[in-house]
T-cell receptor, first 115, second 115 residues
Framework: DTGVSQDPRHKITKRGQNVTFRCDPI?????LYWYRQTLGQGPEFLTY????????KSRLLSDRFSAERPKGSFSTLEIQRTEQGDSAMYLC?????????????FGPGTRLLVL | AQSVAQPEDQVNVAEGNPLTVKCTYS??????LFWYVQYPNRGLQFLLK??????LVKGSYGFEAEFNKSQTSFHLKKPSALVSDSALYFCAVSLTNQAGTALIFGKGTTLSVSS
């Protein structure tokens, strides 16, 4: 399967703990996006990378959140000092930028539950 | 501010009947419009997109969508619904004049197809 993969698929943690999620994009896709989806809502943009550069961050991305894409391939999203409000599905998407036209392909997501 | 509205939380249709899932948008500039489908505990799957040109766009699994600029709508349609089409559908918009554009999603519409 050459689609976007995410690990882990599920994570249960206690409030105050740190968690890290991984996303492996489709091979050769140069853009990688992170979104957060809560119950009953559509995904909300968090941040995106072009190759290894983080080019945009949403106001939703508090200073407890950090994302990296060190070699322009896989990406990690870390949440420090988790809060119950962080419970959500975290989705990763990748795309191949060709001019102004791109299609984002999503992974299966990581469902986080903070107790 | 850019936004997407999906006015129906749920659409119910009998198998074999045509279906429509509604979407309206509000953006400044020319939009790129997308439809994604989400099955339980899975990520979003791309169905189709409108960039420019023909207002009727054909996509995966027999779905199509009609772009209407005057009504700022992008309704998803299928001539004959299948039970397997039952899922959560999201409309999304991005801007054509912004590179590396995040998608703005509606809240989603649950499609239920009965046999």
């Amino acid at each position: 399967d050459t689609g976007v993969s995410q690990d882990p698929r599920h994570k249960i943690t206690k409030r105050g703990q740190n968690v890290t999620f991984r996303c492996d994009p489709i091979s050769e896709h140069n853009r990688l996006y992170w979104y957060r989806q809560t119950l009953g809502q559509g995904p909300e943009f968090l941040t995106y990378f072009q190759n290894e550069a983080q080019l945009e961050k949403s106001r939703l991305l508090s200073d407890r959140f950090s994302a990296e894409r060190p070699k322009g391939s896989f990406s990690t999203l870390e949440i420090q000092r988790t809060e119950q409000g962080d419970s959500a599905m975290y989705l990763c998407a990748s795309s191949l930028a060709m001019g102004l036209t791109e299609t984002q392909y999503f992974g299966p997501g990581t469902r986080l539950l903070v107790l | 501010a850019q936004s997407v509205a999906q006015p129906e939380d749920q659409v119910n249709v009998a198998e074999g009947n045509p279906l429509t899932v509604k979407c309206t948008y509000s953006v400044s500039g020319n939009p790129y419009l997308f439809w994604y489908v989400q099955y339980p505990n899975r990520g979003l799957q791309f169905l189709l997109k409108y960039i420019t040109g023909d207002n009727l766009v054909k996509g995966s699994y027999g779905f199509e969508a009609e772009f209407n600029k005057s009504q700022t709508s992008f309704h998803l349609k299928k001539p004959s619904a299948l039970v397997s089409d039952s899922a959560l559908y999201f409309c999304a918009v991005s801007l054509t004049n912004q590179a590396g554009t995040a998608l703005i999603f509606g809240k989603g519409t649950t499609l239920s197809v009965s046999s």
